[in-house]
């Protein structure tokens, strides 16, 4: 969170969802990031573990805002992230998009950007104090190998 002209905050996203907020006003923003919407209801509730769900993540950073002077009618937000990047865990991506706008719906917060889903990570960049935010596709630049070696030697170390 800053007011600061010359802060980038910038963040990687896969299937985890980044909320920025901007009050355009105080020329005061910031950003989020976090794992899942809300725990599940036979999930411990632990302090340690808090800061992984949106529903304390936004309220923090909307507080945090409110306590250096934005006001909560003047906020904006821009979602980012949501993927869905391996098939075997569902639609958790998804299922975060959608708990972040529903968050946004509630709190009574508009929407510019929601840049959410598809199969890709994203980097997103954002600039608190202008609002202004951009969101890139991350593509991976060094394939995988297509098979795994079998054994590799004890005292080897094979470098890919």
Known sequence: MSGDGNVLITTLLGSCVAVCLYDGVARLGG????????????????????????????????????????????????????????????????????????FMETENISVGVFDTGGKAARRVEFQPFAGKARAMTVQDEVPLPKQMPQTLPTNDIELF
Do not use: C, W
Request: charged share 20%.
């Open 31 to 102: 950003m989020n990031h976090f794992l899942l919407g809300e725990p599940g209801d036979s999930t411990e509730q632990r302090d340690d573990t808090f800061q992984r769900y949106g529903s304390h993540a936004i309220e923090v950073l909307i507080n945090a805002l409110m306590k250096r002077g934005a006001r909560r009618e003047n906020l904006r937000a821009q979602i980012y992230g949501g993927a869905n990047l391996i098939a075997g865990l569902g639609h958790i991506g998804s299922q975060n998009a959608a708990f972040a706008l529903r």
